[in-house]
């Protein structure tokens, strides 16, 4: 497609994406992420109009119910006239490279709300089950209009530090019964957290989950009193307006928050960081060195020190 098509067929995406075109939406998603549009260009399209959403991060190990809590969630915040966009992080299918739990279907609370759009995808086994491109959509959501942007993660491994780093708040959730208060002894997790979720409450022991959370902030953060500990229950619905409260008023001061804001300012500093990163090493591995590199390491280089290694292949022009 010559480049003239190519601007016009985005210009077209872009205008039918700003009037809340479902169809456009993931389009332009889809030729992301198959590179039919590069990242570049459709961020320099939409960058200056996808700052008003506020993103939120949702974690938490496998089973805390996060899906079934942003159905019952989803409802109550449109009724506080919020437009919503998800996007699920799933891990990634090794055949196929999509998003294979397919546990989405529990949030059937929106299907037929035309402001409640939903995309999952797969991890692709990127290092905390986030992908750099959840980053790219949370933009074309917020393009859209859509106030809230709920980047949901499979919750393993470091998927709390990989949402963390693409959120303006990042939610917890935890369930009672599962040894997740161990998790949170975990040096640096807590520090991440800006709302606790005790989900399925009606458990036993949730009163005992939530004062472990309690005890373990009081003596590792300064502003633990600022931080809300929720108990939830979708059976029970309770706990649920509470969340939805505290989320649009988050919502509501998120250009006067001070830690939302210097949030959005760490954000952006890491994106631009890691884009240059990636710059540098796309510029740094010519064809004649990736040549070099691989002539060297088919010899017998158990002698060789890394350090050499690396200035052979820098030698190379």
Excluded: H
């Excluded at 902030?217 to 931080?227: A, E, G, P, Q, V």
């Amino acid at each position: 497609m010559c480049s003239e098509m190519k601007r016009k067929q985005l210009t077209g995406l872009l205008e039918a994406i700003q009037k809340n075109d479902f169809l456009a939406i993931s389009d332009l998603m889809n030729a992301v992420e198959k590179n039919q549009f590069s990242r570049q260009e459709v961020s320099k399209a939409i960058f200056s109009n996808s700052q008003s959403a506020l993103k939120i991060g949702i974690t938490g190990p496998p089973g805390a119910g996060k899906s079934s809590l942003m159905n019952k969630l989803i409802p109550l915040l449109r009724n506080q006239g919020l437009s919503i966009g998800v996007i699920a992080v799933d891990p990634s299918s090794p055949v196929s490279g999509g998003s294979f739990l397919g546990d989405r279907v529990r949030i059937t609370n929106s299907l037929q709300d035309n402001q409640v759009f939903i995309r999952s995808m797969g991890s692709r086994a990127e290092l905390g089950g986030v992908t750099e491109l959840a980053e790219d959509f949370s933009d074309i959501l917020a393009f859209s209009g859509k106030d809230i942007i709920f980047i949901e993660t499979v919750g393993v491994g470091q998927s709390e530090y990989g949402v963390y780093e693409i959120a303006d708040l990042t939610l917890f959730v935890f369930v009672p019964e599962s040894g997740d208060e161990i998790q949170l002894l975990k040096a640096g997790i807590l520090e991440l957290a800006d709302v606790f979720v005790v989900n399925k409450s009606d458990r036993k022991d949730a009163n005992l989950l939530v004062k472990s959370i309690t005890n373990i902030m009081s003596s590792t953060k300064s502003n633990f009193s600022d931080i809300p500990i929720i108990k939830t229950s979708c059976k029970q619905e309770e706990g649920i307006d509470e969340l939805s409260n505290v989320i649009a008023s988050s919502f509501k001061s998120r250009f006067d928050n001070a830690n939302i804001v210097a949030r959005k300012k760490v954000r952006f500093e890491r994106r631009i960081k890691s884009l240059v990163e990636k710059e540098i090493l796309k510029e740094f591995w010519t064809d004649t060195r990736l040549k070099k590199f691989e002539e060297i390491i088919s010899k017998d280089n158990k002698t060789i020190s890394p350090y050499d290694l690396i200035k052979k292949i820098k030698d190379v022009k």
